[in-house]
């Protein structure tokens, strides 16, 4: 069973920087794509950045420019380096990973972590 843990989230200061981490734990297989999402109570959920195994990245409006993903394939560990954070960062951030798995017949599983909060004060 895969385990999603998000962490490093909290309360900063407006232009304030945060790291949060995404650790995917307990797959027999190969965990492809990794994403963080976020969202504001009674709102949609948003992609704030993706990253896949190959590192290929992408970013949504709101994160280009001041948010940065990586990973580590070995740990199936992502990152998120949020700087120049603003007010309207304030969300429950949550990772998503697609784990590949091969049997009996190739398919993605999606996982999703419980969310951390992040807080950004003006």
């Known amino acids: 069973q895969v385990q999603v843990v998000e962490s490093g989230g909290g309360l900063v200061q407006a232009g304030g920087s945060l790291r949060l981490t995404c650790a995917a734990s307990?797959?027999?297989?190969?965990?492809?794509?990794m994403e963080w999402y976020r969202q504001v109570q009674g709102k949609q959920r948003e992609l704030v950045a993706g990253i896949t195994r190959g590192e290929s990245v992408n970013y949504g409006n709101s994160a280009k420019g001041r948010f940065f993903i990586s990973r580590d394939n070995a740990k199936n560990t992502m990152y998120l380096q949020m700087n120049s954070l603003k007010p309207e960062d304030t969300a429950v951030y949550y990772c998503?990973?697609?784990?590949?798995?091969?049997?009996?017949?190739?398919?993605?599983?999606?996982?999703w972590g419980q969310g951390t909060q992040v807080t950004v004060s003006s």
């Open positions: 998503h990973v697609e784990e590949v798995v091969e049997v009996p017949t190739p398919r993605v599983v999606d996982h």
């Open positions: 307990g797959s027999h297989w190969t965990i492809n794509a």
